[in-house]
């Protein structure tokens, strides 16, 4: 990061290359559509390279990275609201409901069933398994302690394995559990 | 070794999977071992194209920069700037509050402002950089002690009737509101650079950064040591600064957003 900031080409090329994959993977497990995810990674990347000088070394370069990507998200959301004509504030937007998918057994895909999680736990799973931040990378993003993202890591893995794992196993009641925490 | 453990392993320390114990759980459980494969699962990679484009947006005019200051370089820098206004202030418009207060009065009235302006100087600094924004406690604090100003001068002085409560009182307030001015100037300066994924909220805290200086350039000048007038006309302007930052952070943000609309609009 800091050679891309001294203007070196190879090492701009080397870091979308390294980082642009988890960075995809993250905004497609948020969105659910191919061609808005490549939308939206290549808005993140122009953002990126506007805002290059905001990153101090030696601090970690992905909370940075991710915390630009998040903010393009969002933008990128309200922007699509405003286009559907249905405008409305993020905060009035319902919790997706904690139900077991229909199809579940046969579209086990990890977007999917990672929709029908709390926003909160939603964004903390995909951090931590899709794109492969750690606790601590998550929490600075998140401006939360580590603790409080651990907590939203679990809560979010028993919704998950609850949507996973059979209904006979009691998987909907551990799931509206999870969702009401 | 029982789910809950191996979820925790899962979450927290995968390299732990590979150990006898979990590897035996994993055999004997179907439900972990389907989380298992869940999150091992092969990872989508981006097209070629996307990636071609995403490296050419990060190649494109490419210059040297320079990195920002640290957020303690950046409030020292701005609070010196502060210091400046804050002189000009009372340069131009005298020390009669000053001499009208009391010693009690005086250092709660410079040490909560002195608290506020600190506090919200170095989240507003902090806000500069993606991915470092305050954490929850300075938010609040800074929450706290921006609502204690207007609270405090209740408890410090007292209410006396005034004739001229609304003439005196908006000749002050304006006063009061071109420091803030000034101040907003310099809090700006400093933070021109960044890069602000909350746009109002550091606006908001640069805005209570500004009004706290103005608040207590006002009660250096401000002779009137009555309750009622500092509570309205000195904390309004705290208000009114601090509601004018979230603003122009609103205004920065719908700009970004339709700088991208366009960006994504050219290339469909």
């Given at each position: 990061m800091e050679a891309y900031q001294q203007a070196d080409e190879r090492a701009a090329a080397e870091l979308v290359r390294r980082v642009g994959p988890s960075l995809y993977r993250s905004l497609l497990a948020h969105v659910r559509d191919t061609s808005i995810a490549e939308d939206l990674l290549q808005d993140t990347w122009i953002r990126v390279h506007k805002a290059r000088h905001t990153y101090r070394p030696p601090s970690p370069v992905l909370p940075w990275l991710y915390a630009i990507a998040e903010h393009t998200r969002l933008d990128g959301f309200r922007r699509r609201q405003r286009r559907q004509g249905r405008e409305c504030a993020i905060d009035s937007v319902?919790?997706?409901?904690?139900e077991r998918p229909d199809d579940i057994d046969q579209r086990l895909t990890l977007e999917k069933l990672l929709q029908a999680l709390p926003e909160n736990q939603r964004e903390v799973l995909v951090m931590l398994k899709v794109s492969g931040l750690s606790l601590e990378e998550i929490a600075q993003i998140k401006g939360a302690s580590v603790g409080a993202i651990k907590l939203r890591a679990h809560r979010g893995y028993n919704a998950l394995r609850a949507l996973l794992?059979?209904?006979?196993?009691?998987g909907k009641a551990r799931a509206q559990e999870g969702g009401a925490a | 070794m029982n789910c809950e453990e191996f979820g925790r392993l899962l979450l927290e320390?995968?390299?732990?999977?590979?150990?006898v114990d979990a590897q035996r759980h994993l055999r004997e459980c179907s439900e972990c071992r389907v989380m298992n494969e869940f999150f091992v699962a092969p990872a989508v990679d981006p097209p070629v194209s996307v990636m071609a484009n995403a490296e050419s947006a990060a190649r494109s005019a490419l210059t040297p920069v320079r990195p920002l200051a640290a957020p303690t370089a950046a409030v020292a820098g701005t609070a010196l700037l502060l210091a400046g206004v804050f002189i000009a202030g009372v340069w131009v418009n005298g020390h009669h509050g000053w001499l009208a207060r009391t010693p009690w009065q005086r250092a709660a009235t410079y040490t909560l402002a002195g608290a506020v302006a600190v506090i919200s100087l170095s989240a507003a600094m902090r806000e500069?950089?993606?991915?470092?924004r305050s954490s929850q406690v300075a938010r609040i604090a800074a929450g706290v002690f921006a609502a204690l100003l207007f609270v405090f001068p209740t408890l410090v002085y007292g209410f006396h009737p005034d004739t001229r409560f609304w003439s005196h009182g908006a000749l002050c307030s304006c006063d009061g509101l071109i420091v803030g001015i000034l101040a907003g100037l310099a809090v700006w300066f400093a933070m021109r650079r960044g890069y602000f994924v909350a746009p109002v909220s550091a606006g908001w805290y640069a805005g209570l950064a500004a009004g706290s200086l103005a608040f207590s350039v006002q009660e250096t000048y401000c002779s009137a040591a009555e309750a009622s007038h500092v509570t309205l006309w000195h904390g309004c302007v705290v208000a009114l600064l601090a509601l004018t930052g979230m603003f122009a952070g609103w205004i920065a943000a719908r700009r970004e957003a339709q700088m991208s609309f366009r960006r994504s609009a050219g290339r469909e």
């Open positions: 319902a919790e997706p409901a904690m794992t059979p209904a006979e196993s009691g | 320390d995968q390299s732990a999977l590979a150990s500069r950089t993606p991915g470092s």
